[in-house]
């Protein structure tokens, strides 16, 4: 089976930088990256950026201008670089992707990686 791993969150103060990665391994025929999601306490899981079927991205206006989201097929990996991080920022970060294997294709969504951001 297939899986996603995200790594890169930690703690940071406000202002500062930090680049996420979401990583695919296992047995898969295909994949299609979607995007970033983020949840932070006691909040419901929220677009953060993703791809769109036209090849464009969108993101949340809260990140404009801070975020980027980019991904690279050759390596199976999925990027968020996000910078002038704020406290509103603290959130698990989530990758999202479609991966087919066999005859199905499935949603499937990372363990999460923790970013903070300190004010």
């Known amino acids: 089976q297939a899986q996603l791993v995200e790594s890169g969150g930690g703690l940071v103060q406000a202002g500062g930088s930090l680049r996420l990665s979401c990583a695919a391994s296992?047995?898969?025929?295909?994949?299609?990256?979607m995007g970033w999601y983020r949840q932070a306490p006691g909040k419901e899981r929220e677009l953060v950026a993703v791809f769109t079927s036209g090849g464009s991205t969108n993101y949340a206006d809260s990140v404009k201008g801070r975020f980027t989201i980019s991904r690279d097929n050759a390596k199976k990996t999925m990027y968020l670089q996000m910078n002038n991080l704020k406290p509103e920022d603290t959130a698990v970060y989530y990758c999202?992707?479609?991966?087919?294997?066999?005859?199905?294709?499935?949603?499937?969504w990372g363990q999460g990686t923790q970013v903070a951001v300190s004010s």
């Open positions: 999202n992707a479609n991966i087919g294997q066999f005859s199905s294709v499935r949603v499937y």
């Open positions: 296992g047995s898969f025929f295909s994949i299609n990256f």
